[in-house]
């Protein structure tokens, strides 16, 4: 499943009180590397809306990590573990692992963000020796 699919399917499940909550926490600093989203771009916007928005905002996967985080604000654990196995599953990882992702840097790797979101570096596991170059482009 898609993560903008998953985050609606996500949101569909909260009541509508539930999904009011939700776009107020949005306005504030949830997670300390994310900005909170302003409240006029979220004013009136139905989910499939406030989905593209926090994806925009902040990237696929931070929108996923900011959701779960809010989720749980909320005390709607079983929606926020729901969340996160799900996108830990897509992404291939065993549901509750740790969210560093494990790469062969001599593989390669390509990891990019849209203007205004932001790139995590990876964690480089193993016992591999030599460089890792990290190279940061701007449009």
């Not at 509508?16 to 949005?26: G, M, Q, R, S």
């Not at 900005?35 to 696929?60: A, F, H, N, W």
């Not at 909320?74 to 830990?88: P, R, W």
């Not at 560093?100 to 995590?120: C, D, H, K, R």
Request: a negative charge; hydrophobic letters at 35%; proline letters at 5%.
């Amino acid at each position: 499943m898609l993560v903008p699919e998953l985050l609606l399917e996500t949101l569909q499940d909260l009541t509508n009180d539930d999904y009011k909550t939700f776009k107020w926490y949005l306005t504030m600093k949830i997670v300390d590397s994310c900005k909170p989203i302003p409240r006029c771009k979220l004013e009136g916007q139905d989910r499939m809306d406030t989905v593209s928005c926090m994806i925009d905002s902040y990237g696929e996967a931070i929108a996923v990590k900011v959701s779960v985080a809010i989720l749980r604000k909320m005390n709607v654990n079983n929606i926020a573990d729901d969340l996160q196995g799900k996108f830990e599953a897509a992404e291939g990882r065993t549901p509750g692992s740790s969210g560093s992702s494990t790469l062969n840097p001599t593989a390669g790797a390509t990891m990019s963000a849209q203007q205004g979101g932001m790139v995590i570096a990876p964690t480089f596991t193993g016992s591999s020796t030599g460089p890792v170059n990290i190279t940061i482009h701007q449009k």
